[in-house]
């Protein structure tokens, strides 16, 4: 009876564990490219810390000091004159602006660098690759009613370019009426349809709509499974910003929104799932997404995160000086007041949904 609790209990809390450490590396991954580039630049690198919050661990090597901070929620990397003026010549602030640049850009590059590796993991194990035609459609299906067929190439859905079937199943999951316009290639000529229509079902109180024809499988070869890769990533980057596109136009709202807690919690969900079913690919998948989910999000102009610093770079470049630091310190603390208590709203959204 007992080995059977700690069972159950271990089955509960290794998802988790997992998820902590796999949010952790996406983490040191990102500020790894940070202290790299720093450091390849010669700048003067006090501290590299993995984590934020109450410091768990640390040790100090030459003149950086290593550390482990309690909350899994981020990292930092704390260079010499970052923030303020510095006369030491291995500041950050004396440093070239394509140096800074880079520096800055490294962290969000490295994300989507191992996104790239994660997508061609899954590439390489899959048997066949997706594509965007047609090969047949089930027995109830309703779309061929409404003109698409058998060998049509998808190209364009809702005015959207198709370039692989990630595009397409993202695609056809953001429309809400499930009547979509397309455009398809059928015997090397472009045709246009409109109004075909999907089948819906309700799923935890939305209505989802069903995919009801199957894509042809495309034999692996090298330069397949590299292309699909390649875009597979700029898909995926492509979904994040129309995600942000929804949101702000309100087809989204807070509730649909995940902070640390919640990308933990769908982290375990996975692990524990494709455990059950054996299916690890699914874990590299969702690996893939939240790593480059959290590449492309740090390069958005916004005060605080990497593309805000990248900003205000790139106006000192064109104006050939740059913004007093002050005038930059009080933004980007202003932003990051502002993405701390966004973030504490979400995470207590997660949270009361997490004991429901």
């Not at 700048?43 to 984590?51: D, L, M, N, Q, Y």
Request: hydrophobic share 50%; with cysteine; aromatic share 12%.
């Amino acid at each position: 009876m007992l080995t059977v609790t700690v069972a159950g209990i271990w089955g509960k809390v290794w998802p988790i564990l997992f998820a902590v450490l796999f949010f952790g590396v996406i983490i040191f991954i990102h500020e790894f490219g940070h202290f790299f580039t720093a450091k390849l630049n010669h700048v003067t690198v006090h501290e590299f810390s993995i984590g934020m919050g109450p410091l768990l661990f640390k040790f100090k090597k030459r003149d950086t000091l290593y550390s482990l901070r309690l909350l899994p929620i981020g990292g930092f990397n704390r260079m010499e004159g970052e923030d303020e003026a510095s006369d030491d010549p291995g500041a950050f602030c004396n440093k070239k602006v394509w140096q800074r640049f880079v520096i800055i850009a490294a962290g969000a590059l490295m994300n989507l660098l191992l996104g790239l590796l994660l997508l061609g993991i899954v590439n390489c194990s899959e048997e066949l690759i997706g594509t965007r035609t047609i090969a047949d459609f089930y027995e109830s299906a309703v779309s061929c009613d409404y003109g698409l067929q058998k060998n049509d190439k998808i190209i364009n859905v809702n005015g959207t370019h198709i370039f692989n079937s990630t595009d397409l199943s993202y695609a056809m999951v953001r429309d809400t009426d499930a009547v979509y316009d397309f455009t398809v290639i059928r015997d090397g000529e472009k045709i246009k349809l409109e109004g075909v229509k999907f089948a819906t079902e309700e799923i935890e109180g939305r209505q989802t709509v069903i995919f009801d024809f199957i894509l042809y499988g495309a034999k692996k070869t090298p330069w397949l499974v590299i292309s699909n890769t390649v875009l597979d990533t700029l898909s995926t980057a492509r979904i994040v910003w129309l995600s942000l596109f929804d949101m702000l136009t309100g087809r989204y709202g807070l509730k649909d929104l995940s902070g640390p807690i919640g990308t933990i919690q769908a982290i375990a969900g996975v692990a524990s799932d494709a455990a059950a079913s054996k299916q690890i690919l699914r874990i590299v998948e969702i690996m893939a997404f939240i790593t480059i989910n959290i590449g492309v999000f740090n390069l958005l102009p916004i005060p605080a995160l990497d593309g805000g610093r990248l900003f205000f770079l790139a106006v000192e470049g064109i104006r050939r000086r740059p913004i007093l630091p002050k005038y930059e310190k009080y933004v980007h603390a202003a932003g990051m007041i502002l993405l701390l208590a966004l973030i504490a709203v979400v995470s207590v959204k997660d949270i009361v949904y997490l004991f429901k």
